[in-house]
Nanobody, 112 residues
Framework: QLEFVQSGGGLVQPGGSLTLSCTGS????????VGWLRQAPGKEREKVSC????????NYMNFAEGRFTISRDRTKNTLYLQMTSLKPEDTAVYYC?????WGNGTLVTVSS
């Protein structure tokens, strides 16, 4: 059973920044493809970004490219999503995942 502790969500004004964290417990992120997804109110869950388990390469959806950065700290077994230039349409619950397991999500609200 993979367990995650997510943190870092909250309310931010348009144009602001937030960093989400996801710490894994009982497993090592290095052995999984890991990433972030989000689900906006009334919408399907969508991929945001991921890190390949094969070569560590990163991938971003178009809306995240240039604004979001995914990274991991192996010493802390923690995955991060740095988000900048946030827009109201980025409002969503953000989930980290490893393999086929998911965190509980953290709410990000972008509003003035």
């Amino acid at each position: 059973q993979l367990e995650f502790v997510q943190s870092g969500g909250g309310l931010v004004q348009p144009g602001g920044s937030l960093t989400l964290s996801c710490t894994g417990s009982g497993f090592n992120f290095d052995y999984f493809a890991v990433g972030w997804l989000r689900q906006a109110p009334g919408k399907e869950r969508e991929k945001v970004s991921c890190i390949s388990s094969v070569d560590g390469s990163t991938n971003y959806m178009n809306f995240a490219e240039g604004r979001f950065t995914i990274s991991r700290d192996r010493t802390k077994n923690t995955l991060y999503l740095q988000m900048t230039s946030l827009k109201p349409e980025d409002t969503a619950v953000y989930y980290c995942n490893a393999g086929t397991s998911w965190g509980n999500g953290t709410l990000v609200t972008v509003s003035s």
